[in-house]
């Protein structure tokens, strides 16, 4: 399968499990705003043929750059990376996952990120959808603050919604593997076939 075969399977997959469309009452979003559409990521990013073309799209995207970790925000960023994870050791040129904590234990490390990264390493942060950018946002701070180096953002779906531009704000490289557009594009085909 080729790359971009890849990315049109992925679509699908994405359209048939992790997409929904309605327009009363529109879908609340983690952002508090309302929309007509919605992409819970799960049921794509959890199953094992997603995750073996979101690790396979994802490995070929960093084939080439210097990063050796990759992660973001729990939940939504996990089975992302540990997608990649996996694909990359396969590959011969392993990219380890990392988890950034929403909230911080009270207990043991007390750690924010969970995982084998240490200060000073190129890595990416990974979201599964970016409608604002705020918990991309919040993911790069943390990532920051202990001491490792973001090299760019990647995001299974950007919504096109402002999300990149507001990241973009604090890092130069944004990387969506489908759009909002892909998507509806893919949708509407389904939704007139004749045409």
Known sequence: MSHLEMKQRLA????????????DPPFTLASGRTSSYYFNCKPTTLDPEGMYLIGHILFEMLRHSDVTAAG???????????ALSMISYQKGKPIKSFVVRKDIKGHGTKSAIEGNVHRGEKIVIIDDVITTGGSTITAMEIARDAGLVIDRVVTL????????????????RVDAILTRSDIMDLFNKRQSPGK
């Open 157 to 172: 779906i950007d919504r096109e919604e402002g999300g990149r531009e507001n990241i973009e704000k604090y890092i130069n």
């Open 72 to 82: 973001g925000l729990t939940l939504g960023a996990d089975p992302i990376a540990n």
């Open 12 to 23: 699908e997959i994405i359209l048939e499990r992790s997409f929904q469309y309605r327009d």
